[in-house]
């Protein structure tokens, strides 16, 4: 899971995630930051298409004939959401990649402490980490046809163990607002259903994000290399056939 500091400061689901930005005084780290920022030049992530044809052809040639065969079933439930209502958009997606993909961490997957996957890669491993799964819901809401702008990245302290635990871990879950102000329904890799943040006592925000701006209060851009996950991301989805 993420690198992430122990927040000490409580704030109630409903009250935190029902506002338009998240008014949490943390001192957030230089990883949290980094991976915030983001989006500060990300906007023409939204305007990547998908080449089916050249994306199920990478997968085959890269990653052989079962990440082509998961990559098209993959298209497959997105061509068929297209139709869906958002809510059944939703639950489609969720379902899909909480199906074909087990948790892990990065350093059991790529080696790495922190590597940010695309969503073919995560399909061709059949394993992700917490991020991996929030990529790769937000770009199937998104060629679904669901508003980027109802969907928002967010880090979260999740306890685990269960409610009397005092175990936490820092994760990440995909929000979707049917208004800015509205309380997101969280979907996530550590629960099988959908439910209003509200209905998740066992998640407590840090911040959360998309292309149109980070909701946490004091981040600022300070260097390019501070996006650099998002544009290697967005550089690597180019190369197998999303383009903008």
Known sequence: MLPLPLIGKTLTMSAVFSSSLLRLGLGIGAMAVCVALLVANGGAALALQFDEQAITQ?????????????????????????????????????????????????????????????PLETLAKGVGDCEDFVIAKYFSLVRAGVDPEKLRFIYVRARIGGPSSSTTI???????????????????????????????????????????????????????????????????????????
């Open 58 to 118: 990478h997968a085959r040639s890269h990653h052989g004939e079962r990440a082509a065969s998961y990559v098209g079933n993959w298209l497959k439930m997105l061509n068929h959401a297209k139709a869906l209502s958002e809510r059944d958009q939703l639950n489609e997606v969720n379902e899909f990649w909480n199906t074909y993909i087990v948790g892990d961490d990065d350093i059991n997957i790529w080696g790495k402490e922190d590597y940010w996957a695309t």
């Open 170 to 244: 820092a994760h990440m879950v995909l929000g979707y607002y049917t208004t800015p102000a509205a309380e997101p329904l969280i979907l996530d890799n550590l629960s099988a259903s959908i439910r209003p943040a509200g209905q998740r006592p066992d998640l407590k925000p840090v911040f959360s994000f998309n292309a149109s701006g980070v909701y946490v209060p004091g981040a600022q851009t300070r260097s390019v290399d501070r996006i650099g996950h998002w544009r290697d991301l967005l550089s690597r989805m180019q190369q197998e056939g999303f383009q903008p």
